[in-house]
C-alpha cells in the first residue's frame, strides 16, 4: 500500500508567478485535501476534493484553485505568488471526507522571491 | 468561531510520562485527533477519538476526552527521545473541515 506522495518536494518561485503542485492519494482513499503549513504554526485548511469535486474551502482566495481527477490525484494551482505565500503546502488524502483522519504526504516546500 | 488551542512547548526525560493539553471549541466536534510531525516531514496520525467516548487507549498512547470543558489530552507513557517531535490536536468540524492547533513540541531530555 503506498502513501501519499506530493512533487515537487521544494520550489522557488518569483513573486506574481503561478505554481502547481502535485499529489498523489493513498490506494483506495477519494478523498483529497490540502493544507498550507506557515513556519510555526498548524496547518490551515485550504480545500477539500472529494470524488473529483471541491467539497468545502478554507479562509483563502480565489487565487488559490484545485483539481481532483479521475484516480483522485489532485493539483494545487496557485496564481500571482505573494510573498506570504511561502510555507510548506501538505497534501492529505482519506476514505470519505475525512472521518477518522487523513493520510498526509510529506509536503511542497514553497519559497516565493 | 472554530480554534483549537495547545500550549507551545512541553519537555520530560526519557521514561517519564508526557501529557499534552490541548482545547477546542466546536461541540459538536465528532472526532478528534492527535497527530506528530517530525523535521521536514508531513504529519502523522497517531490516534483519534469519537467524541461519545472519554478515554482511548492504544500501547504507550492515552486520549481522554472532557466534553464538558472541551478539553483533550494525550498521554505518552515511557517517554522516549524518539518521542521528541510536534503533537497536534485536531478536531473534526463537520463534513470536510479539520481544525489543527499550533502545535507542542516535545522535547525528551536523555
Given at each position: 500500500e503506498t502513501g501519499v506522495t506530493q512533487s515537487p518536494t521544494h520550489l522557488i518561485k518569483t513573486r506574481g508567478q503561478q505554481v502547481t503542485l502535485r499529489c498523489s492519494s493513498q490506494s483506495g482513499h477519494n478523498t483529497v485535501s490540502w493544507y498550507q503549513q506557515a513556519l510555526g504554526q498548524g496547518p490551515q485548511f485550504i480545500f477539500q476534493y472529494y470524488r473529483e469535486e471541491e467539497n468545502g474551502r478554507g479562509?483563502?482566495?480565489?487565487?488559490?484553485s484545485g483539481l481532483q481527477f479521475p484516480n483522485y490525484s489532485s493539483e494545487l494551482n496557485v496564481n500571482?505568488?505573494?510573498?506570504?505565500?511561502?510555507a510548506l503546502y501538505l497534501c492529505a488524502s482519506s476514505e470519505e471526507q475525512g472521518a477518522r483522519g487523513y493520510t498526509f504526504g510529506s509536503g511542497t516546500r514553497l519559497t516565493v522571491v | 468561531g472554530e480554534d483549537v488551542e495547545q500550549s507551545l512547548f512541553l519537555s520530560v526525560r526519557e521514561g517519564d510520562s508526557s501529557v499534552i493539553n490541548c482545547t477546542y471549541t466546536?461541540?459538536?466536534?465528532t472526532y478528534l485527533y492527535w497527530y506528530k510531525q517530525e523535521p521536514g516531514a508531513g504529519l502523522q496520525l497517531l490516534t483519534y477519538i469519537f467524541s461519545n467516548m472519554d478515554m482511548k487507549q492504544d500501547q504507550r498512547l492515552t486520549v481522554l476526552l472532557n466534553k464538558k470543558d472541551k478539553h483533550l489530552s494525550l498521554r505518552i507513557a515511557d517517554?522516549?527521545?524518539?518521542?521528541?517531535a510536534i503533537y497536534f490536536c485536531a478536531e473534526d468540524t463537520g463534513g470536510f473541515k479539520t481544525i489543527f492547533g499550533a502545535g507542542t513540541r516535545l522535547f525528551v531530555k536523555a
Open positions: 479562509n483563502f482566495p480565489p487565487r488559490f500571482a505568488l505573494e510573498l506570504d505565500d511561502s | 466546536d461541540s459538536s466536534s517517554t522516549q527521545t524518539g518521542d521528541s
